[in-house]
């Protein structure tokens, strides 16, 4: 199984700063790494597929990059409905992993 | 407007099994496969298995193996989820989520089913 390794685990930010999570594969995925936000109690929702492209809807202060094993989710301009939980997720083959998650908060 | 609605919470006794279904619409039943995600309290996403619903083949997770079903019934365009043998370490707030084929993402997701398994 491909193993996902997020960095940090948590983080506090302040509205109106950037912020840059890493996700380590523990082999090479190409591009086939998808970024989703939780908030507590709802299902998780597609921020970024094949590493930096923005799902419909998403606003543009989300960006993606990396290939092969290193990959970033970069926050610019931190709103007040960004302070939530960040996963990365191999689609590259089976079964599907999910980092441990990022924390985002106040 | 796609939507995945899924059943409601259930509690069940260690030994028992629960059925969850995800009921789809707004777009084309058989263009995508249907997974199930879940997530125990306070951990990460662990992805379960998925069934095509054009073809009704399975992949499932080794650890779920033999104690996960995955189903579908073109009829009404629901897929279910059923897993045997459960144990309080399987209580976690299940989810089904679509994924394109070309593109793998999972675009849309059900809005979460909690299985509590207590005695």
Not at chain 2, 58 to 82: F, I
Request: aromatic share 12%.
């Amino acid at each position: 199984d491909i193993q996902m390794t997020q960095s940090p685990s948590s983080l506090s930010a302040s509205v109106g700063d950037s912020v840059t999570i890493i996700c380590r594969a523990s082999q090479s995925i190409s591009r086939s790494l998808n970024w989703y936000q939780q908030e507590p109690g709802k299902a998780p929702k597609l921020l970024i597929f094949s590493a930096s492209s923005l799902h419909s809807g998403v606003p543009s202060r989300f960006s993606g990059g990396g290939s092969g094993t290193v990959f970033t989710l970069t926050i610019t301009s931190l709103q007040p409905a960004d302070f939530a939980t960040y996963y990365c997720q191999q689609s590259f083959s089976y079964p599907r992993t999910f980092g441990q998650g990022t924390k985002v908060d106040i | 407007q796609v939507l995945l609605v899924q059943s409601g919470g259930e509690v069940k006794k260690p030994g028992s099994s629960v059925r969850v279904s995800c009921k789809t619409s707004g777009y084309p039943f058989t263009d995508y496969s249907l997974h199930w995600v879940r997530q125990a309290p306070g951990q990460g996403p662990e992805w379960m298995g998925y069934i095509s619903p054009l073809k009704g083949n399975t992949n499932y997770a080794q650890n779920l193996q033999g104690r996960v079903t995955m189903t579908t019934d073109t009829s009404t365009d629901t897929v279910y989820m059923e897993l045997g043998s459960l144990r309080p370490d399987d209580t976690a707030v299940y989810f089904c989520a679509r994924e394109q084929w070309l593109v793998p993402k999972f675009d849309y997701w059900g809005q979460g089913t909690l299985v509590t398994v207590s005695s």
